[in-house]
């Protein structure tokens, strides 16, 4: 979703103790166990502001005291941590042949991760619709029979979506003008909570920027790795959505004038030499000879398992893709200057092959120290940076509807 | 200057009022003559808090009231404009052969624009700074003279500047780890006023984002031209700096393996296509041959006369090289999605020859429908952002101390 704030917006009495509260959650999800003290100290609010912020915050469910207490000069301290009881927040994707749904509390800790199998290129919008509603359904329904109460939704979709969570174009899924946030919200009955959109990989940039090995970082990059390479980009802690919400299409940026044919038409863009399918074609000549392929995951162990086993031709070839993935990643660093980028996908899975030589080529390129590393997600980056996407108007300081 | 606000913080109720007298503020700024009435009906603040903050902003002698009035149903309403008079705001260039001074009023009047020969790259950071600290003392006696406070001062230097006003590396002037804010507070005597430095591509897309013919565009970026080719980029209404400072690190950037030798080295770079010395030396090749040349602005001068008098000749080699600004360009337009991409030093000057095939070449590249324009605030864009940035406290709301 695209959300712009050119001007200064008016701000009320309430707008300050709701960011406040922001202030002192955030505190207590970064620092817990803490006590009221804690946070006054280092927060900078006054002790009875805590206090009343707190006293709020363990109503609402969202903070709960726990029975440490901590022994210091004077009164001992009641602690507090996150009250990962009440709630969960989930997150979705829509990838090239599954559906994914992950559920966290407020936490971040995982509640469940379900993937089905499902090809929504072949399928019609709608159809993908309603079997992404049948799999929230399911996640929904377990996460309620344990008591908790659904925060939010995120989906996360290849393609541009607009502010209202409508999917303009997905070239992945073969969609254009697809108001998935709309019929999905019908298709689960007009749920109270937010049903939102996104793209995937601003969801596994917010993702990496939470729960990621370099979570914190201000200036962080995730690089989706697969048949599409994109980039999602995160400046001083929010993410850059451009204009248009069209920021970090790295893909199409061509490495060199000539070079490999791009599905786009044009040679040498970073997809026709780093893509997945372009990685198979490298390493694996011959199954690309059997035809066409679309599923790569069988393809991406045997190179796992080849180069794994030392085999040197294939080290050669990854060496090389990575040299060129460190090209691409140099052009982001040397434009936005992350202070970390992030790989993932096959780029994650096959990164202690590609990654030396992607730094190498990096580091010859790029101004400043920008590191390089392979993501810790996993598969499920995008569903859970939706699940953390959906935890937004909550981390903003609101207290949950009861 | 680097600002990073990772986190949310802590807020007080005097924040609130700062902020709503910021939106006021703006809203005079921007729709001047506007009444009190206006200012509540746009902004959404209740009509008696925008008369208590106007109030203040008349006291602070920010706003005043003219004698226009507006008729409609019922009273008259007294119009408000900025007050231009008591206030200035200075801002500086180091260029490679000259220091510029430019001071603005409140409301974004020039007030003087001086310009003086020094060649910085050949003098002691020391001398530059007296050169500087005496330019500045004596537009800051014209503007004191007029009654005037000042309200700060800002440097642009071409390099990289740290969040307290010190560049760190300056390859255009041969400085490294040089206090610049700090010695030219002290050669001013230690003035009351904000004396800051910034980077001059980050100051020119400030220029641009106020001044220029796509001011208060939310998704901006300004490409410098000249013998370095940087891009100041602005995101949703911010400067994006990255997280050392380095954002917009367009020139060294490869536009193919293969290319023209580029000063850093490498073969191919931005700088190395379309920098100012790589187009004297493909459209005036014999003057190139006449031996090193530091200032091309005489050349300039000549190549814009050819292409006028359109020998072909000349408008061949601008064409190609409009067609390489192009490619640089689409790779920021990928990247951050702007709306409009504003070119500046001999891209604008050029502009009418090089910008068709530019354009051309950045519409076949990148994805949205980014706009490529010519810079209409001529050689004094970065003074002008300096002088810009040193209003911010005040547009963000504080009052001017008395």
Redesign the interface.
């Known amino acids: 979703m695209i959300s ?10 309430g ?2 103790r709701m ?2 509260r ?2 002192v959650l ?1 505190h207590v999800r970064v620092h817990a166990p803490c006590s009221r003290a804690d946070i006054a100290a280092h ?3 006054n002790k009875a502001t805590v206090s009343s912020l707190v006293t709020e915050l363990i109503e609402g469910r969202l903070v709960r005291e726990t029975g440490l207490t901590e022994h210091r000069i004077g009164r001992p301290a009641t602690m507090l941590v996150l009250d990962g009881e009440p709630y969960a927040a989930l997150g979705m994707e829509i990838g090239g042949d599954e559906l994914t749904v992950v559920a966290i509390d407020l936490a971040g800790t995982r509640l469940l991760t379900w993937r089905r199998a499902f090809a929504a290129p072949a399928a019609a919008p709608g159809d993908t619709v309603r079997a992404l509603a049948a799999l929230a359904r399911r996640a929904l329904n377990r996460v309620t029979g344990q008591g908790r109460t659904v925060l939010g939704l995120t989906v996360g979709v290849p393609g541009l979506v607009d502010a209202a969570g409508r999917v303009e174009l997905s070239t992945a899924l073969r969609w254009r003008g697809v108001d998935l946030a709309g019929e999905l919200r019908a298709a689960l009955g007009d749920p109270e909570y937010v049903v939102g959109v996104d793209n995937e990989a601003n969801l596994a940039a917010l993702a990496e920027h939470r729960h990621g090995a370099y979570a ?4 962080l990059v995730h690089l989706t790795g697969g048949t599409g390479v994109g ?1 999602g ?1 995160i ?4 993410l ?11 893909g ?7 070079g490999p044919r791009c599905a786009c038409g ?1 040679l040498g863009c970073v997809e026709a030499w780093v893509g997945l399918p372009a990685v198979i074609a490298r390493v694996l000549p011959d199954t690309v000879a059997d035809g066409p392929v679309t599923d790569f995951l069988p393809e991406l162990d045997r190179v796992e398992t080849l180069a794994r086993q030392g085999d040197p031709a294939v080290l050669a070839q990854l060496a090389g893709i990575g040299r060129h993935l460190g090209h691409a990643v ?3 660093a ?6 970390v980028v992030v790989v993932g996908g096959h780029f994650a899975t096959l990164g202690a092959w590609l990654l030396p030589t992607a730094r190498q080529e990096l580091a010859d ?6 590191r390089l590393a392979a993501s810790v997600l996993g598969a499920q980056a995008t569903a859970l940076g939706g699940a953390t996407a959906a935890l937004a108007a909550i981390e ?2 609101r207290l949950p509807a009861r």
Do not use: K, Y
């Open positions: 712009v704030h050119n001007e200064p917006q008016p701000t009320e009495l707008d300050v960011a406040n922001a202030v955030r927060t900078g609010l914190g970082t201000g200036h980039a980009i400046c001083a802690g929010r850059l959505r451009g204009g248009r919400g069209l920021a970090g299409e790295l199409h940026l061509p490495l060199a004038a000539e044009r140099s052009m982001v040397n434009l936005v200057d992350p202070e390129r790029a101004v400043g120290g920008c903003s300081g």
